[in-house]
Nanobody, 123 residues
Framework: VQLQASGGGLVQAGGSLRLFCAAS????????????MGWFRQVPGKERELVAT????????TYADSVKDRFTISRDSAKNTVYLQMNNLKLADTAVYYC?????????????WGQGTQVTVSS
């Protein structure tokens, strides 16, 4: 399984960005499936922070308090892609964003990670 994160960039505070996480590597003839998908972010010198998760089957979502009502995680099963829509961005949202897949409920640490995409919010 490979995860490719993209969509990061430079945006002014109050603006929006949409991140993409494309999953590939499912067995031939099978679409990608996971137990849980997540977006994390990290800034230098700080621990990685969980931003949002989505259960693949049920679509149930969770969000960090810092992004509630501003960020939305979603998926397109047909495209094997998970999105993170980020609105009303703040300077504190500047970070490298990673997507992760927990395939079998053992947690993200046991799962797969994308390479990260930089989000920079300017004043």
């Amino acid at each position: 399984v490979q995860l490719q994160a993209s969509g990061g960039g430079l945006v002014q505070a109050g603006g929006s960005l949409r991140l993409f996480c494309a999953a590939s590597g499912a067995a031939s003839g099978r679409t990608f499936r996971a137990y849980n998908m997540g977006w994390f972010r990290q800034v230098p010198g700080k621990e990685r922070e969980l931003v949002a998760t989505m259960r693949w089957n049920s679509g149930r979502t969770t969000y960090a308090d810092s992004v509630k009502d501003r960020f939305t995680i979603s998926r397109d099963s047909a495209k094997n892609t998970v999105y993170l829509q980020m609105n009303n961005l703040k300077l504190a949202d500047t970070a490298v964003y990673y997507c992760a897949a927990d395939l079998d409920g053992l947690g993200f640490q046991q799962g797969y990670w994308g390479q990260g995409t930089q989000v920079t919010v300017s004043s």
